[in-house]
């Protein structure tokens, strides 16, 4: 075995992995090199299927079957010793003991290693007891300690709790206390902020790199965000089709990047923290006092539960109008009621009060929450959703053709031939090649299967797009080619849209206006650009400010503006 650095306490040497399928091997990872210092955070970073997470299972022998390391080493040192982990066999007492005793793992979805069953105390005194020699008293001490240090109130009650009597921002804070359970050298963090909200996601990512500092601990950071690198990370090492393009200093990378593929994950980055200007249809630029083609007027929503005196107050009388070829752009954290307000909107949930009224096409106005189920249909053509996950949202067992056909023969609108010209239109207005209408969503990437999400969505003819989450599930060169369609559709359809999303940058790019949501309120309403430059309320503040720079040199962590909500509120 070769010495290493002193700092060094794992290096990966050529690394290769393949998946051997039916009808061919897949190299999955090729030649990967790289070294995890003492105290520093390397972040991998690429986009979906670039071999970020597969390289990252491999240092714990935890790659699914059928892909197995084909080559090269994986060195980790333990004091003066060194393990090639690349030669253990992955069910071994050697790997079990290197498993969260020398290497933590997080998870991108905390219920994917937290059971639902258990309370979370019992999970992590089980890891505790795994890696030490505690008795159970002990290792309830050291748990409740463990909650304590990842910022979880009131640990000595909360370690009885269950997962489901947790936030995601909770449950994630809790896996991180249960991957810390057998005080690793090594912390991987696969993709842990991508479904939280912006400010959680900064408490987390805040929380990580404080706990990594206090407790010396090397990271491995994989991401897609470019943003969240630079916060974060010592050193890149940027992959594309299962090898590195690109490794060096956070700041080289960021600041003279040499492959082109850095370069375009960079420029992706750059531009969704700008708005667009200059796009908007004819309609919309009009001298003209614009005349609302939908108003919402003290809508609200109050959930209760059968014998309880309970309420929860999920949106409290929001007021808006959306225009003709508007983008409205909705935020806030995960539960601020946007999600909620959408469905209102849509009558998918049934108002407690308040009114919306659609003002259509002939001039006329339907007051929405008035409607008849039957004369719902006709306004859910207007009106269409896009949905967060593509693939959840597309039946599998559908071909393309029938999925974006199914709107069209549902309403009589075509069937036969007619169907099949008007869904090969579609598919090219969405920029997607009509010969694949006969395939099914899995033989499509996820921005494509988006695509057709959103192919679905124009059968009708809509005059609004209700897009909720629409690009959160995408890597961010990927998000903005859907944006750019987006923008592009409503010039040529003259569409408009009311944009649910959590994600700050992409409201400020792809919005005229924007409305700012917390436990349920509108809490501010304004031009896009004015909310992320100069927000006037103190949330808004918070929200902005959480937002990572895609920049080492100007770092959110320095000049955060934290939110207290009053007591009352």
């Not at 290792?139 to 909360?158: C, G, H, S, Y």
Request: proline letters at 5%.
């Amino acid at each position: 075995m070769p010495d290493l650095p002193d700092d060094v306490v794992l290096s990966v040497e050529d690394l290769s992995i393949d998946f051997r399928l039916r009808t061919h091997i897949l190299h999955a990872v090729e030649n990967v090199n790289f070294q995890l210092r003492r105290g520093q955070t390397l972040c991998l970073v690429g986009e979906s299927g670039s071999g970020k997470s597969v390289t990252a299972r491999s240092l714990l022998q935890i790659v699914d079957s059928p892909g197995r390391i084909v080559g090269g080493r994986i060195l980790l040192r333990n004091g003066s010793d060194i393990t090639d982990v690349a030669t253990l066999t992955p069910g071994s007492s050697a790997m079990r003991a290197i498993r969260g005793r020398r290497i933590g793992l997080i998870f991108q979805e905390p219920m994917s290693s937290l059971s639902p069953v258990h309370t979370i105390g019992s999970q992590i005194v089980e890891a505790v007891r795994l890696h030490s020699n505690l008795d159970k008293k002990a290792a309830r001490d050291l748990t409740v300690e463990l909650l304590r240090q990842v910022e979880i109130p009131n640990p000595d009650k909360m370690v009885d709790r269950h997962t489901f009597e947790f936030s995601g921002g909770m449950r994630q804070r809790a896996m991180i206390a249960m991957a810390l359970a057998g005080n690793p050298d090594i912390l991987i963090a696969d993709e842990p902020t991508t479904a939280l909200d912006v400010t959680t996601q900064a408490e987390i990512l805040d929380l990580i790199k404080r706990l990594q500092v206090e407790r010396g601990m090397a990271m491995l950071l994989i991401t897609h965000d470019m943003g969240v690198v630079a916060e974060v990370a010592d050193e890149v090492a940027v992959m594309r089709f299962g090898k590195i393009v690109e490794r060096g200093p956070v700041d080289k990378i960021y600041h003279a990047p040499e492959h082109p593929y850095t370069r375009q994950l960079l420029a992706s980055t750059v531009k969704l923290t700008h708005h667009v200007e200059g796009r908007l249809p004819a309609v919309a630029l009009s001298s003209e006092a614009p005349r609302p083609i939908l108003s919402v007027r003290n809508l609200g929503k109050t959930f209760g539960w059968h014998g309880s005196t309970n309420t929860l107050r999920a949106v409290d009388d929001a007021n808006f109008d959306l225009y003709p070829g508007e983008n409205l752009g909705i935020v806030g954290e995960s539960g601020s009621g946007k999600t909620t307000l959408g469905r209102l909107i849509l009558r998918t949930v049934e108002p407690t009060n308040g009114s919306v009224t659609y003002h259509g096409r002939d001039g006329g106005e339907t007051e929405v929450t008035k409607l008849t189920s039957k004369e719902l249909r006709g306004f859910h053509r207007e009106v269409r959703l896009v949905f967060q996950d593509p693939f959840a949202s597309l039946n599998p067992r559908m071909t393309v053709k029938e999925i974006i056909g199914d709107p069209l023969i549902v309403n009589g609108l075509a069937k036969g031939k007619a169907m099949e010209g008007r869904v090969a239109e579609l598919m090219r207005l969405v920029g997607l090649d009509p010969m694949g209408m006969e395939r099914y969503p899995h033989a499509f990437s996820g921005g494509q299967r988006q695509r057709i999400g959103i192919a679905r969505a124009l059968a009708l003819d809509p005059r609004i797009i209700i897009a909720d989450e629409a690009t959160s599930a995408l890597d961010v060169s990927i998000r903005s080619q859907i944006l750019d369609l987006l923008l592009d559709l409503r010039q040529r359809l003259n569409l408009s849209f009311i944009f649910i999303s959590h994600d700050i940058s992409v409201v400020r790019y792809f919005c005229d206006r924007v409305a700012v949501m917390h436990r349920g309120k509108i809490v501010e309403l304004g031009e896009a650009e004015q909310i992320c430059t100069a927000p006037r309320e103190a949330y808004t503040k918070s929200l902005i400010s959480a937002v990572p720079n895609p920049d080492p040199r100007d770092k959110r962590m320095l000049h955060r503006h934290r939110f207290v909500a009053p007591a009352n509120a």
